[in-house]
């Protein structure tokens, strides 16, 4: 079984609706993020959690917002969706410490906005 | 904040040629490096990393990476290139708290 799954792979939404992302992770770190991934662009972080009460934006959070329910989970919600929204989403998970730069990927979820 | 370029945003090599993917980060203190590989439809896996110490390290898949600080580079570098290769590379840096990627290098391999 993959260490971080991610939840729908893929979605289709329409302008102004709610939508949710969900990443699982079962390697036991605390530290989770969440990207996306645009081409030419790279990856850019959008929210991280270093705990379940630790919560901080990341380099374009703006129109995102995230809730850390357990250490195992990270959810990522777009409250009204727009169009510039289309992108692939990547959730992360790092332990903290001495190797706690080392970040693990899912599979990412692919998000299109009509 | 820290920042990687990664100059190149695509490269063909022929199979069983050499292949050097550039990186050139930008951060005050010593940064912590990675590479990953992309494979089409799938997440980023972990090649290599750089935290300290001997400044060429090795990775999987027969992939190696050389800091230069003076240079500001973590190149990776491969001595011969199969066609399972062919993906994309990004480079990227942690430095307080958040890891910045490169846009990525895409690699295509011919016959």
């Known amino acids: 079984d993959a260490d971080v799954t991610q939840t729908p792979r893929n979605r289709i939404t329409k302008t102004g609706k709610r939508i949710m992302l969900e990443c699982s992770q079962t390697k036991g770190h605390d530290r989770m993020y969440w990207y996306r991934q645009d081409p030419g662009l790279g990856l850019r972080l959008i929210y991280y959690s270093f705990d379940v009460k630790d919560i901080n934006k990341g380099e374009i959070s703006d129109g995102y917002s995230v809730s850390r329910q357990a250490q195992a989970k990270f959810s990522l919600s777009l409250e009204s969706a727009i169009p510039n929204q289309t992108a692939l989403y990547f959730c992360?998970?790092?332990?903290?410490?001495?190797?706690?730069?080392?970040?693990?990927f899912g599979p990412g979820t692919r998000l299109l906005v009509l | 904040a820290q920042s990687v370029t990664q100059p190149d945003i695509h490269i063909t090599v022929s199979e069983g040629a050499s292949l050097e993917l550039r990186c050139n980060y930008s951060?005050?203190?010593?940064?912590?490096l990675f590479w990953y590989v992309q494979s089409p439809g799938q997440g980023l896996q972990l090649l290599l990393k750089?935290?300290?110490?001997?400044?060429l390290v090795q990775g999987i898949k027969g992939f190696e990476a050389e800091f230069k600080r003076s240079q500001s580079s973590f190149n990776l570098r491969k001595p011969s290139v199969h066609w399972s290769d062919a993906a994309e590379y990004f480079c990227?840096?942690?430095?307080?708290?958040?890891?910045?990627f490169g846009a990525g290098t895409r690699l295509t391999v011919k016959p």
């Open positions: 951060y005050g203190a010593t940064p912590y």
């Open positions: 750089y935290f300290s110490g001997d400044t």
């Open positions: 990227a840096v942690v430095g307080r708290g958040d890891m910045r």
């Open positions: 992360a998970t790092s332990d903290a410490g001495r190797n706690g730069e080392t970040q693990y």
